[in-house]
Nanobody, 124 residues
Framework: QVQLVASGGGLVQAGGSLKLSCAAS????????MGWFRQAPGKEREFVTG????????YYSDSVKGRFTISRDNNKGSMYLQMNLLRPEDTGVYYC?????????????????WGQGTQVTVSS
C-alpha cells in the first residue's frame, strides 16, 4: 500500500506558476511509477503527467507539454509538479497517483493508489 498526500494548490492568475507536492509513504518510491491527473468541474479525470520508475522516462499530455514539469525525490518520498504559464483551462482538482507496475498510462483505472487531490484555480 502507498499513501499519497497532495498539497500546494491555490488561486493564481493566468500566466503564473504553482508547484504541487505529493508526499508518499508505505513503499520505497524507487520502484513505484507516479503521476498526476486532474479533473475539471463536469469533466472526467484527465492524465497530466507520469514518471516511469523502470525506465526513468516522463510523459506529458499535449495540453501541458512545455509548461509543466514532473520531478521526484525518492529519498524524500516526494513527487512534484511545477506548473508554469498557467491557463484558466488548467483549473481543476489535481490528484497524485502511483502504481507498482512498470510504465505509465493515460487510463485512470490502471493506477492503484490516489491522493486526496488539491484544488488549482487559474483566473483570467
Amino acid at each position: 500500500q502507498v499513501q499519497l498526500v497532495a498539497s500546494g494548490g491555490g488561486l493564481v492568475q493566468a500566466g503564473g506558476s504553482l508547484k504541487l507536492s505529493c508526499a508518499a509513504s508505505g513503499r520505497t518510491l524507487s520502484s513505484i511509477s507516479m503521476g498526476w491527473f486532474r479533473q475539471a468541474p463536469g469533466k472526467e479525470r484527465e492524465f497530466v503527467t507520469g514518471s516511469d520508475w523502470y525506465t526513468g522516462n516522463t510523459y506529458y499530455s499535449d495540453s501541458v507539454k512545455g509548461r509543466f514539469t514532473i520531478s521526484r525525490d525518492n529519498n524524500k518520498g516526494s513527487m512534484y509538479l511545477q506548473m508554469n504559464l498557467l491557463r484558466p483551462e488548467d483549473t481543476g482538482v489535481y490528484y497524485c497517483v502511483a502504481d507498482e507496475a512498470r510504465g505509465v498510462t493515460y487510463v485512470p483505472d490502471w493506477w492503484s493508489w490516489w491522493g486526496q487531490g488539491t484544488q488549482v484555480t487559474v483566473s483570467s
